[in-house]
């Protein structure tokens, strides 16, 4: 099993991946004249812009939602994962591919609520609505939602499971078996409460943990604060080859950087736009504004604070492409969650590890959640026009199962199972943007010329001519409008 997942892995992650997904971030920053640094004031205004509704969740709910499965074991385990095959000059990689990936971001999310849909008084889009829409391919949308259910429902929950069993056993030595109950029985409180349930919990939890991670990460990094120029210089110097020690794994270092890089901010992955689509907003670049920020805080914050802890206290491995040690850091701990647990012990005696294993519990199980989410409106896609309620069920019962599975199994085959479904996702949805991103530039041109002129852009594709946007065809900007301030007067009355 383990050799034909490995040879099924080489395949998918060969090398012409990984040029896609940084020559497609390139393209869309250079053609978009890098949106994702004109308007990045713009994008942190728009997260706390709209309100909920009852079709739909606020930006700032939808953006937790991304980020619930965007900050996930990708940015604790990942990392780890990364500097050990990649060395230190991953974590650049790991950079580039955020800032590249956030026009990604921006294109399939903005994509996402030109062609989105309201089925069953909830508004659900995503790779599989915009590339029937948009393309006017179904059996190529079919293909995609058919990955995704299987990815996101089967293979990658169990990744999310194993790095929490491993961790709560090394920090507490809490038996994988009870650790895969209690997963069981939260996830399924969770995901049978519906969509407004998912948000309100994302809403919660991923600012709280990801804030405390950010911060415990800045007194570890403080206290080694004169060693932190020299871990900058060997972070860059790694990334091109010049350090002598690390330079003749420069290949692998922009591979694994890219990799994980894609696995933790999941830009143009495809999962983004299907919480992104569920906001209320007046017009699509709103929304894909605010999800190409959440790429930044996904890797530029919470990775890069994951990395620089391990990085400044000298707690990590790295291997070279023979499998023979370059770096020796740490004795008898497996590359994942473990090296930061270590690096956190090292400096916080008897509180580190369990800290990164509670941390990591919330990391990974809101994005259990939101993989959870991101199933379920592509089985509704799916569905939308033959009503089918059995096979909703019947994916809860899976993802549950996948979790319990993942919570008992292997490291490596987990995580060589959820690079599976992550690379899948990501051939398949980056194809389709690329054939659409005129449509989300064209929004986007739309999108500042109304801002110039004074107004809060409202969107009518008719006006650009795009069409098959049915949400969004025959209505007045009032309309528009009030989807999503719904709440707003609501939440003044209360407070009054």
């Given at each position: 099993?383990?050799?034909?997942?490995?040879?099924?892995?080489?395949i998918?992650?060969s090398?012409?991946?990984?040029?896609?997904?940084?020559?497609?971030?390139?393209?869309?920053?250079?053609?978009?004249?890098?949106?994702?640094?004109?308007?990045?004031?713009?994008?942190?205004?728009?997260?706390?812009?709209?309100?909920?509704?009852?079709?739909?969740?606020?930006?700032?709910?939808?953006?937790?939602?991304?980020l619930?499965?965007?900050?996930?074991?990708?940015?604790?385990?990942?990392?780890?994962?990364?500097?050990?095959?990649?060395?230190?000059?991953?974590?650049?990689?790991?950079?580039?591919?955020?800032?590249?990936?956030?026009?990604?971001?921006?294109?399939?999310?903005?994509?996402?609520?030109v062609?989105?849909?309201?089925?069953?008084?909830?508004?659900?889009g995503?790779?599989?609505?915009?590339?029937?829409k948009?393309?006017?391919?179904?059996?190529?949308?079919?293909?995609?939602?058919?990955?995704?259910?299987?990815?996101?429902?089967l293979?990658?929950?169990?990744?999310?499971?194993?790095?929490?069993?491993a961790?709560?056993?090394?920090?507490a030595?809490?038996?994988?078996?009870?650790?895969a109950?209690?997963?069981?029985?939260?996830?399924?409180?969770?995901?049978?409460?519906?969509?407004?349930?998912?948000?309100t919990f994302?809403?919660?939890?991923v600012?709280?943990?990801?804030?405390?991670?950010?911060?415990?990460?800045?007194?570890?990094?403080?206290?080694?604060?004169?060693?932190l120029?020299?871990?900058?210089?060997?972070?860059?110097?790694?990334?091109?080859?010049?350090?002598?020690?690390?330079?003749?794994?420069?290949?692998l270092?922009?591979?694994w950087?890219?990799?994980?890089?894609?696995?933790?901010?999941?830009?143009?992955q495809?999962?983004?736009?299907h919480?992104?689509?569920?906001?209320?907003?007046?017009?699509?670049?709103?929304?894909?504004?605010?999800?190409?920020?959440?790429?930044?805080?996904?890797?530029?914050?919470?990775?890069?604070?994951?990395?620089?802890?391990?990085?400044?206290?000298?707690?990590?491995?790295?291997?070279?492409?023979?499998?023979?040690?370059l770096?020796?850091?740490?004795?008898?701990?497996?590359?994942?969650?473990?090296?930061?647990?270590?690096?956190?012990?090292?400096?916080?005696?008897?509180?580190?590890?369990?800290?990164?294993?509670?941390t990591?519990?919330?990391?990974?199980?809101?994005?259990?959640?939101a993989?959870?989410?991101?199933?379920?409106?592509?089985?509704?896609?799916?569905?939308?026009?033959?009503?089918?309620?059995?096979?909703?069920?019947?994916?809860?019962?899976?993802?549950?199962?996948?979790?319990?599975y993942?919570?008992?199994?292997?490291?490596?085959?987990?995580?060589?199972l959820?690079?599976?479904?992550v690379?899948?996702?990501?051939?398949?949805?980056?194809t389709?943007?690329?054939l659409l991103?005129?449509?989300a530039?064209?929004?986007?041109?739309?999108?500042?010329?109304?801002?110039?002129?004074?107004?809060?852009?409202?969107?009518?594709?008719?006006?650009l001519?795009?069409?098959?946007?049915h949400?969004?065809?025959?209505?007045t900007?009032?309309?528009?409008l009030?989807?999503?301030?719904?709440?707003?007067?609501?939440?003044?009355k209360k407070?009054?």
């Open positions: 099993m383990n050799e034909f997942v490995a040879v099924v892995n080489g998918i992650w090398p012409a991946l990984i040029a896609l997904c940084l020559g497609v971030g390139l393209y869309f920053s250079i053609r978009s004249r890098f949106l994702q640094l004109r308007h990045v004031r713009e994008m942190i205004r728009l997260m706390f812009d709209g309100k909920s509704s009852e079709s739909g969740v606020s930006s700032f709910q939808a953006l937790t939602m991304t619930a499965g965007r900050v996930g074991t990708g940015n604790i385990a990942g990392v780890a994962t990364a500097i050990t095959f990649g060395g230190p000059g991953a974590v650049f990689w790991m950079w580039v591919m955020a800032f590249l990936g956030a026009s990604s971001a921006f294109v399939e999310s903005t994509l996402g609520q062609y989105k849909e309201k089925i069953d008084g909830q508004y659900r995503g790779p599989a609505f915009y590339i029937e948009g393309l006017g391919i179904r059996w190529y949308a079919i293909v995609f939602a058919i990955a995704t259910i299987v990815a996101t429902g293979l990658l929950p169990g990744v999310q499971a194993n790095s929490i069993a961790g709560l056993q090394q920090a030595a809490v038996d994988p078996n009870v650790t109950a209690l997963l069981a029985l939260l996830l399924g409180f969770i995901i049978f409460g519906g969509v407004k349930r998912i948000a994302a809403e919660i939890v600012p709280f943990m990801a804030l405390a991670y950010i911060l415990v990460a800045c007194v570890v990094v403080a206290i080694h604060i004169d060693q120029p020299g871990v900058i210089k060997l972070i860059i110097s790694s990334a091109f080859g010049l350090d002598a020690g690390f330079g003749a794994i420069i290949g270092a922009i591979q950087g890219v990799k994980r890089g894609v696995y933790s901010n999941e830009a143009g495809g999962t983004g736009p919480a992104s689509s569920a906001a209320a907003v007046s017009h699509p670049v709103k929304q894909g504004l605010v999800q190409g920020f959440s790429v930044y805080v996904d890797t530029l914050l919470v990775c890069s604070a994951t990395a620089f802890m391990l990085l400044i206290t000298g707690q990590y491995n790295v291997e070279g492409p023979d499998g023979k040690a770096f020796i850091g740490v004795q008898g701990v497996a590359a994942g969650p473990g090296y930061v647990q270590t690096a956190m012990e090292n400096v916080m005696p008897g509180f580190g590890a369990l800290f990164i294993a509670i990591l519990f919330f990391f990974a199980f809101t994005t259990i959640v993989y959870y989410y991101i199933a379920e409106t592509n089985i509704a896609y799916l569905t939308r026009s033959r009503k089918l309620p059995g096979l909703t069920l019947l994916l809860k019962l899976f993802i549950m199962a996948s979790t319990v993942g919570a008992i199994k292997t490291a490596d085959l987990a995580w060589a959820g690079d599976i479904g690379g899948l996702m990501a051939w398949l949805n980056i389709a943007i690329v991103h005129k449509i530039f064209k929004c986007l041109r739309d999108y500042e010329a109304q801002k110039a002129e004074g107004k809060d852009p409202v969107f009518h594709p008719e006006k001519g795009i069409k098959n946007a949400y969004w065809e025959g209505k900007d009032e309309e528009l009030s989807s999503s301030l719904t709440k707003l007067a609501e939440q003044e407070r009054g």
